[in-house]
């Protein structure tokens, strides 16, 4: 009981002062304004490789970016021709199946 008066007497002194953030809600913050200016800096990339807001680039810049460009299409074509070559493949096998259970019917 006498800890709940405790409680009660420490909160009535305190609620007339103005206390300054605690540290974790200064962390989350700036956890929050980190996280805020990776997204920018990420919607930004993606923008430019759409090709919007080029502007601001130097010839470097630009150049990095045809590079990251070109080797991205680059993995999707591999990907593609890969994907290819499996459902090729498949329909191979499938023709394969179809044929010999043809052919023993007969």
Known sequence: MNEII??????SKNLGKTE???LDLNLEHSKYANLNEQLAEASLRLRQMRGEELEGLNVEEL???EKNLES??????????QQFLEQINDLERKWRSFFLHRNYRR
């Open 63 to 65: 150049q990095q970016l």
């Open 6 to 11: 405790d409680k009660y007497n420490t909160h």
């Open 72 to 81: 991205g299409l680059h993995r999707v074509l591999q990907t593609k021709d």
């Open 20 to 22: 300054q953030p605690s």
